[in-house]
């Protein structure tokens, strides 16, 4: 009996299990209120059905929320992916027509790599707090995209590039294989490298870290380089997705999807060591949380009040404070 | 009382926006016909009151070393309340009351989570703006006109200055606010335990000030000054809709960086909100005045401006920190370290 316990304890303890469960709640309360969520059809030899619109939509949430999980596993965080999402497109999209497939491509990873270099010197070398820092290309990144779009919203009926988020490969949405690549790299990077190593070291304890020789500093750089690269291809996704640039509304509010899929995965806001695994399954949580509230005929503006709450029941969670208020209820009734 | 109009690190900031604000009009004014009269001056007011109000509640955060960023939505949402209500032919004055109600409550509401549970103040304003905003869809999802004869009276009441160049009610308003948050900072209780939270929050328990109480009221007032900030642009747009004033709370954030509030925490003068304002508002007045240039460039103008403010509020952080690394290796005070936390006089 107490080998179960210990057992339940330890799996308790580990980081998963809530997003995992979180993710099995959502799904088993659409098995029973949401009648056809689970069906999948052939058409075309491609799988339709909600889970893989799930999967499909998810992907850009998933690709910045990996990125986002290096960055805020280092105490810090990027507000601005929003608006590298949508310098990206608008970039991939207006060179559309002028230039080669792979070089627009290219250009708008490019693009998004020199946006997290800014971040990342304004962070790591002139040492502004993350936030205010992405702050400024949150601000000035949605102008630039207009710039780029001259204020208009772009299209454009280009197939191959219709593909990176519309196409299907083997049956399943392209885009999601992009998706996993990124993951499959970075979690590569994060066990298999020194690189990898060095990433947890800095976010666990910077000082130490220095003396052992690590350079935070270029570390640092190196997340936000990162995180913008991710961005840019979430922005590829997107406007592939929808075949055009909107400087305005492409990636509005992504960043808050992002930061809660990586926080719902288990990395704590203050920094440390990071779950990457946790990210991909709390970015499949919101969006199915996105999903379910459409398919119950709630209008989508009302998401934002779930998600809300969401944001602050998880966070909730975390706080150590809550918690010990908490238990010092249950021992008081214990005791009483 | 002396005044010390000597040029030193606390009022660099505050200085270089008033010379900014100089410049730019002064070049609007080589530049175009018209800039360079009363109106064009008073619309700047005019159009910006309720930013005006918003960035000087926000600034009390700021100086804590928190940050609001649901005060957009908390604007957006009282536009919708009160033009709901006033649909409902509810009392002019009573909708006002209502939504500064809201306003405290919702403020206090952010301001407890963030006390009471040590949480990030970026993540909870961040659900709050979410909140709001949606919150705003369940009462209408359309634009809704005001017809009510006491906001359309206020709206277009008109107080003669300089001839006949007029202010609104709202600039009054936003001005009186901006007066009182002045005197609330630098004379009371209150002023100087917000300005020591933003120092040293540890420090401040330790001297005995009452942290939690005071970092709630600090949220309370930033969401009473956004349901007031709200009423005003009421009055300024006489409709209420949920998709008013998108990305306000970084212009907000941003007025308060020009203005000199340090984003750390701890040192900014009241006026300077006011300022920011006044200094994005002549940017925005001159890309109008333009022509050509499309609305973007303010955008682009402002971001640039908040890198440049944050960049010297940088440099005076590390020039500080080494004065003070310096002094304590001497074992004296510095001349002008120690007292870095009192608000200076304007």
């Not at chain 2, 910006?48 to 604007?75: E, K, P, Q």
């Not at chain 2, 961040?126 to 709206?155: H, K, P």
């Amino acid at each position: 009996m107490s080998s179960i316990r210990k057992r339940a304890a330890s799996i308790m303890h580990t980081k998963i299990i809530w997003p995992i469960t979180a993710l099995a709640a959502i799904l088993l309360f659409n098995l029973f209120f949401v009648p056809g969520f689970f069906n999948i059809e052939i058409k075309n030899g491609h799988l339709f059905g909600s889970l893989i619109d799930i999967l499909n939509r998810a992907a850009p949430i998933m690709v910045i929320a990996i990125g986002m999980t290096l960055v805020i596993a280092k105490e810090g965080i990027d507000i601005s992916v929003g608006s590298v999402l949508a310098i990206a497109g608008a970039v991939a999209i207006s060179l559309l027509g002028v230039v080669p497939l792979w070089l627009a491509i290219v250009a708008a990873l490019i693009v998004g790599v020199l946006c997290g270099l800014w971040n990342g010197l304004l962070i790591a070398y002139l040492g502004i707090q993350p936030m205010v820092g992405t702050l400024i290309l949150m601000t000035v990144g949605r102008g630039i995209a207009q710039l780029i779009t001259e204020g208009k919203v772009l299209t454009t009926d280009d197939k191959a590039f219709g593909f990176i988020g519309k196409g299907f490969f083997l049956g399943l949405p392209f885009s999601i294989f992009i998706a996993a690549f990124v993951f499959l790299f970075v979690l590569y990077l994060k066990k298999r490298t020194a690189l990898g190593l060095f990433l947890e070291a800095t976010g666990t304890n910077k000082i130490s870290s220095e003396y052992a020789g690590v350079e935070p500093r270029k570390i640092y750089l190196f997340v936000y380089i990162v995180c913008g690269l991710c961005a840019a291809i979430a922005g590829l996704l997107v406007s592939s997705n929808i075949s055009s640039a909107d400087a305005n509304n492409a990636g509005l509010w992504i960043e808050l999807d992002a930061i809660l899929a990586v926080v719902i995965g288990g990395t704590s806001m203050r920094g440390g060591r990071f779950f990457l695994a946790g990210t991909v399954i709390g970015a499949l949580f919101i969006q199915s949380l996105t999903t379910t509230i459409y398919s119950m005929g709630v209008p989508p503006e009302r998401i934002m009040v779930v998600k809300a709450i969401v944001v602050i029941v998880v966070s909730l969670m975390q706080s150590d404070r809550f918690r010990r208020v908490f238990q010092q209820k249950n021992k008081q009734a214990v005791a009483g | 009382m002396k005044l010390n109009l000597r040029i030193n690190q606390n009022n660099i900031i505050i200085l270089s926006t008033l010379l900014l604000i100089i410049l730019l009009y002064g070049a609007g004014s080589v530049l175009y016909t018209g800039f360079f009269t009363w109106q064009v001056f008073f619309n700047l007011f005019i159009d910006n009151a309720y930013l005006i109000i918003v960035a000087t509640g926000l600034a009390f955060v700021i100086i804590t070393g928190g940050i609001d960023l649901s005060v957009a939505s908390v604007v957006a949402f009282v536009s919708v309340v009160s033009a709901a209500l006033l649909q409902e032919g509810m009392n002019a004055y009573a909708v006002m009351a209502i939504c500064l109600l809201i306003g405290i409550l919702f403020g206090a509401a952010q301001g407890y989570l963030i006390q009471r549970f040590d949480l990030h103040p970026w993540i909870v304003t961040l659900a709050g703006m979410f909140l709001a905003r949606g919150a705003s869809y369940f009462i209408t999802t359309q634009s809704i006109v005001i017809e009510n004869a006491t906001y359309t009276a206020i709206s277009k009441f008109k107080i003669n200055l300089v001839g006949s160049n007029f202010i609104s009610v709202s600039v009054v308003i936003a001005l009186a606010v901006v007066a009182i948050a002045i005197y609330v900072a630098k004379y009371t209780e209150f002023g100087r335990a917000v300005f020591a939270i933003g120092g040293s929050e540890r420090s401040a328990v330790l001297m005995g000030l009452p942290v939690p109480r005071i970092t709630v009221l600090v949220y309370t007032i930033s969401g009473f000054c956004s349901a007031l900030g709200g009423i005003v642009f009421t009055f300024y747009m006489l409709s209420g809709y949920n998709l008013h004033l998108m990305g306000m709370e970084m212009d907000a954030i941003a007025a308060c960086v020009i203005g000199g509030i340090l984003l750390t925490g701890g040192f900014g003068y009241l006026v300077g909100p006011l300022l920011g304002v006044i200094c994005s508002g002549i940017i925005q007045t001159i890309v109008m005045y333009q022509g050509t240039l499309s609305s973007w460039w303010t955008k682009i103008a402002v971001g640039f401006l908040l890198f440049l403010f944050i960049l010297l509020q940088r440099v005076i952080v590390i020039r500080r920190q080494r004065r003070r690394i310096i002094s304590h290796a001497a074992g004296k005070p510095a001349p002008n370290g120690g007292d870095r936390r009192a608000p200076a006089s304007v």
